[in-house]
Nanobody, 121 residues
Framework: QVQLVESGGGLVQAGGSLRLSCVAS????????LGWFRQAPGKEREFVAA????????YYADSVQGRFTISRDNAKNTVFLQLNSLKREDTAVYYC??????????????WGQGIQVTVSS
């Protein structure tokens, strides 16, 4: 049974930082592309960032380019999302996802339960 469990969310002031983590189990982690998505209230889920199975390539939505950084530690079955210079519009539930044949922003087969990030002014 594949499980993805996010952590590290919370309430932060605008301009602040957070680091999200997502630990995966039940899959051969090093073979999977990984991604982060988010969904704000009343909006559709949107792509945030992705990283290939090897970690050699990363992809970002324009809205977070230069502020967010995705990384992975295959030895710990964990993917991270560093969120810097946070804005109120970054407020959303953040989801991690894994896909064996991921082609960002699509191709993700497994999803975490999501974690809330709230940015206050």
């Amino acid at each position: 049974q594949v499980q993805l469990v996010e952590s590290g969310g919370g309430l932060v002031q605008a301009g602040g930082s957070l680091r999200l983590s997502c630990v995966a189990s039940g899959l051969t982690f090093g073979r999977y592309g990984l991604g982060w998505f988010r969904q704000a209230p009343g909006k559709e889920r949107e792509f945030v960032a992705a990283i290939t199975w090897s970690g050699t390539s990363t992809y970002y939505a324009d809205s977070v380019q230069g502020r967010f950084t995705i990384s992975r530690d295959n030895a710990k079955n964990t993917v991270f999302l560093q969120l810097n210079s946070l804005k109120r519009e970054d407020t959303a539930v953040y989801y991690c996802a894994a896909g064996l044949y991921a082609r960002p922003p699509s191709g993700y087969d497994y999803w975490g339960q999501g974690i809330q990030v709230t940015v206050s002014s």
